[in-house]
C-alpha cells in the first residue's frame, strides 16, 4: 500500500543526501516547476505513476521503497 506520508519524507530524505535542490530535481525528472516537488514533500498532491518512477529511477531506490512498501532502498 502507498504511503504518502513515508513518501513525502523520503523524497525529502533522498534528496537532501543527494544535495540538489527541487528546482533540479524537477528539470532532472522532467517536471515543469519545482513546486511540484515542494508539493509532493509536504504531502499537498501525489506523483504520478510516471513521475515515480522517474524519481525511483534518478535516485536509483526501488518503488517500493520510496513509497514505503519495503524498507531496503536497493533495486532487486
Known amino acids: 500500500m502507498y504511503d504518502k506520508n513515508i513518501f513525502s519524507i523520503r523524497l525529502k530524505q533522498l534528496r537532501e543526501l543527494k544535495g540538489v535542490s527541487t528546482q533540479k530535481l524537477a528539470d532532472a525528472i522532467g517536471l515543469k516547476s519545482k513546486g511540484s516537488i515542494t ?3 509536504k504531502t499537498m498532491t501525489s506523483p ?3 513521475t515515480l518512477v522517474a524519481l525511483a529511477d534518478y535516485f536509483n531506490v526501488s518503488l517500493d521503497y520510496l513509497v ?8 532487486k
Open 39 to 41: 508539493q509532493f514533500e
Open 48 to 50: 504520478s505513476a510516471e
Open 68 to 75: 514505503g512498501r519495503s524498507d531496503t532502498p536497493d533495486r
